[in-house]
């Protein structure tokens, strides 16, 4: 199996990491980590050796210089301002056959022509990682749904669940689950706008509306009320569904509730066998999570843009 590199070994890098070592299907491979930070390094270890069922071998280093020429899988985890340099500087060291990005994908409009550019210059098949998509419970759903009929509304609501950074999750699942593309975006009210946890970036608590192509009602709404289960409520032609993102379960009419498994980010090394073995995967598409991002920011760089750059990640 060729080998895969992760470009980004912070918190979210490492469970990606973690993923990968989980993965069993072919020979064992090499997994390179890329993190100028050395202080993260051992975390990075840590993480990867805590199973690495696979039995991998896994090598750090400071930049993307030390990546084999050729690579089955590049995973690109930095934060959003920095990621396509770090995209650049994995592409310039190597030639993977696949590409996952994290959202969200870029600050800059520019920086989405850019990527585009490179994608295709190299060949390489992208995706981005909302990974509702490759959650058991959610394909599950999407099942259940296209039993009953189209959905009408999703209302996603929830107690500050940074809607900024994680509203692209929520609008890339009803995309999934609908089967249907999500065409304009607003802002309904803003009730803070404020600093990130992450230096440099900003958030908003409030409610983005969105439509569809169908004519669908999208409803995403962070609360300032306290304790508040994110919950998403599909209303259907026929059956509504409720999703609770505290219990994991899931409730169709006035059914008992079921289990909705999750995966966490340390989970999904199936999607990554499957793509490391030339399949394709749930996971969005680049172009088709691009085009949903801009939507995105056509809502919000207004309201959050500072200095030419709509600083969200």
Request: aromatic share 6%; glycine share 6%.
């Amino acid at each position: 199996m060729a080998d895969v590199a992760v470009i980004g070994c912070g918190n979210i890098g490492t469970r990606l990491i973690q993923s990968v070592s989980n993965i069993t299907a072919g020979d064992p491979m090499t997994v390179y980590g890329v993190e100028p930070n050395e202080a993260v390094w051992d975390l990075a270890r840590q993480r990867f050796n805590d199973q690495n069922a696979g039995g991998h071998e896994f090598v750090l280093s400071k930049n993307a210089d030390a990546l084999p020429d050729i690579l089955g899988l590049l995973i690109v985890s930095v934060d959003a301002r920095n990621r396509l340099a770090a995209l650049t500087a994995g592409l310039e060291a190597s030639r993977p056959s696949v590409i996952v990005l994290e959202k969200v994908l870029f600050t800059r409009r520019s920086d989405y022509s850019a990527a585009r550019e490179l994608i295709a210059a190299c060949g390489a098949s992208a995706y981005v990682n909302c990974t509702r998509n490759v959650w058991p419970g959610y394909q599950k759903l999407r099942k259940d749904i296209r039993q009953v009929g189209a959905i009408k509304r999703f209302t996603v609501t929830g107690a500050d669940w940074n809607l900024s950074s994680n509203a692209i999750h929520f609008l890339a699942a009803f995309e999934y689950l609908a089967e249907d593309e999500i065409v304009s975006a607003k802002v309904g009210n803003v009730d803070v706008v404020r600093d990130s946890k992450r230096a440099g970036y900003r958030e908003m608590v409030g409610t983005l509306q969105a439509c569809s192509k169908k004519g669908a009602e999208i409803s995403l709404t962070s609360t300032l009320e306290e304790a508040r289960a994110t919950e998403i409520l599909i209303e259907t032609d026929t059956t509504n569904f409720l999703v609770n993102e505290k219990s994991w379960t899931v409730t169709a009419g006035a059914s008992t509730p079921v289990a909705l498994k999750m995966l966490h980010a340390s989970q999904i090394h199936d999607t990554f066998a499957e793509l490391l073995a030339g399949m394709d995967c749930a996971l969005p598409r680049f172009g088709e999570s691009a085009r949903l991002h801009m939507i995105m920011f056509d809502a919000l760089e207004d309201i959050l843009m500072v200095d030419g750059e709509t600083p969200i990640t």
